[in-house]
Every structure is written in structure tokens, then in C-alpha cells.
């Protein structure tokens, strides 16, 4: 394969792959998808701006095979059992912090393990109160958009184009323009020299204002405000709010727990959480952590909007999974208030609705993302927000979507262009 050229700038990260087809493929889908690759084109892209934030194979070296994959496979059996392990309050107490040390992990350390995995978690009344929870979940996002009775529809600005704060700001503008509801950065788009967050904040509130002036409707737009240092994190935060916002996207797994809860304890903002990195300790079916306890710990820490992909999700993640996650979300751990608004996302479009309120229980309390799906709508951003509220609309109604789409144009070029973009469903 070709190889590119490193720059003096370059951050560079080795990774040792495994795959049943071709290593050189899948080392080029690892560099696309994780700057510039999308589930499907984006508009306004150019070679010239996707070289502003394209990844790069630099180095590439062919190891020697192995027999079995690093993935469970079959083989020698083991034994196996679900046990519960009472362990004393006296002992714990209700700090997080030695809850995860003693019960969560540590546990990983011991010999004679092959395999372990956290299945449950039930705390004790003693917990609640100790920690703030939520401070809008489901009925302050509901409040904030004035989304009532659907999902929130959401759609997000990709690091993909390499925009510029001004670049940003033209396509926000037709996104505010199209009457989606929510608006957020991508994950990976933080302050980057080319999109500084200070220039992105001050060149997309004023479309976010002039648009609640024009209408009365006020688009939540998150920025990632996500810093490993917590009082710059506070003070990105504070610039949003000085500037009008009402929302910020939180990587909770690269600030950690005790940077989270510093902020939630100043934040005015909407916090919304993206768990990248969560792959890392749950796909391995016999390792790490169910997102029932993983999900306990951030609620408590005080998460608003949690992402947890959804039905036939561009990534791993099967069907059954997002269901369970979404019903994990539902249950309050103590009352009503600590629960947060679930993100459905990952190549989301309005083909899952129907699925996806199916599965849900007939839910629409949650925040339906959709990226491409709204944004590369051949009729444009506003017709994807059209075309997902009627895919929606027939849902809830139980109305096929081919039926629907008959008088409902924006929804009919949506089945037309992403119904063949989407993989088939993992789970029933």
C-alpha cells in the first residue's frame, strides 16, 4: 500500500490490528473513519478540506498470523457462575472513588481469573442525595428545546470537513434554518487550532439568538467543552454560558470522574455525555462492565443526555444492546429525576423509527441523532429534519414508512438514498 508522509505536527499512534480480510484495508477504514469518513458523503466536502483533518497511514509492517483471534472463539471449556458479593457500607462508604477501587477494580488483578465481568450494581439508600444526579435529564431537555411530545431531533457538525468557526457557522445557520432541535459538535471536534472553541462559540451563538429572536424557538447547540484540566474545562464552560448556551458535550471517559462531577457541581449547562472509549471495556463479552453499572456511576455524577448508539448502529454494537441500554436509562436508580434523556445515535436516519419506537416500548422520550442522515438529505438539511419527523410521525401513528413516503416527498428521497446504507438489524 502507499504511504503517507509525516509532519513535524503529526501525533502518532501505532495500533497491532487482527481481521479476517485485508490488513491494508482495514488500516486505511481505520484512518478514514476516525477523521474524515462518514456513512455517507457530506455536503460542502473538497479534497481541500478533508486534508485539513485526514488521518494518514504513515507505517505499515505485516506481522505474522496468528491461529485464533484475540475474540472469544471456541475451544477448551471453562466453568462459570454469577455471584453476589455483599460488601459492607462501613467498609466502602459512599465515595465512588473506593466503591470503584474495592468492588469494581481490583477485582481484574486476581490470578486465577479467565474471565470476569461486572453484571449488577444495587446501591444502597445511603447513596442517595450524596451526589447532584442530573440537573435537567429528560424533563429539562424537554423544557429547554420546548419538545414535548416526539423525540428531540438532533443532527451533528462533523470534524470531518475540517471547518473553520465561520465555515461552522454557514452550515449551523441552515441547520438552525431547517427547524431541527439540537445541534452538537462532534466528540472529536474540541478546540482544535483550526476551529478554536472561543471562535466557534462566538460565531455560532448569534445564528442560535438571532434565529430564538426571529421565531421564538431556540436550538440547543452543544459544544465540546471537554478539557483534562477542570478549571479550564469550567472556564470553557462559563464562556458558553456568557455567550447565550445551554448545553456542552462531555467525553466522560477522558476527563474522568472527579473532572465530571467538578464541573456538574458548577455547570449551568445541559450535559451531554459521549462514552468513546466504552468499547475499550465492555466488547469483550467475557470482560469489563454491563452498561447497567457502568451508566449507575455517571448518572449519579450528574449526566443529562447519554449516547448509546442505536438500532442497527454503524458500529459493533448489536441491537439487543442499545434495547438493554436504553431500558437501563429508564430505571431510576433512587426516583423519577435521576434519569437521563438517551441519545439514539450512530448512522442513525428515519428508516429505524419505526424499529426503534418499537423496541424502545413504544418510547419518544429520548434524543434521536442523526448525522448524515439529516445533513446529506439530497434535498438539504431541512428536508432531513423533515424527512426524520415523518419517518417519526409514522411510527408512533404505525404506518409504514414506504406507505407514508407517498405523501410525504422528503421522506420518500430519504428511503430512496439511505435505505441501502443501513445494515440489517442484529436483533430482534
Known sequence: MELAQTRPSDILVTYRIETAGSTEALAAKVASDQSTGTFVDLPGETPELKARAAARVVAFEKLEPIEAPSLPTAGRFFNRAETTIAYPLEAVGTDLSALTTVALGGVWSIKEFTGLRVV????????????????????????????????IIG??????LGLTPQETATVVGELVASGVDFIKDDEKLMSPPYSALEARVRAIMPIVRDEEQRTGKKVMYAFGISDIDPDEMVRKHDMVVREGGNAAVININSIGM?????????SSLALHAHRNGWDLITRHPGLGFDFSVYQQLWRLLGVDQFQINGIRAKYWEPDDSFVQSFHDLRKPIFQDADRPLP????GQWGGQAPETYRRTGESVDHLYLCGGGVVSHPGGPAAGVKAVRAAWDAAVAGIDLHEYAKSHPELAQALAKFGSKTPASEGK
Do not use: H, M, N, W
Not at 442517595?128 to 420546548?146: K, W
Not at 443532527?155 to 470531518?160: F, G, R
Open 155 to 160: 443532527t451533528i457538525v462533523k470534524p470531518a
Open 258 to 266: 472527579g473532572a465530571f462531577l467538578f464541573l456538574r457541581r458548577r
Open 343 to 346: 441519545v439514539v445515535c450512530s
Open 120 to 151: 449488577g450494581l444495587q446501591l444502597p439508600a445511603a447513596f442517595e442525595g450524596v451526589y447532584p444526579g442530573p440537573q435537567f435529564g429528560i424533563d429539562g431537555s424537554r423544557r429547554l428545546t420546548g419538545v414535548y411530545d416526539r423525540p
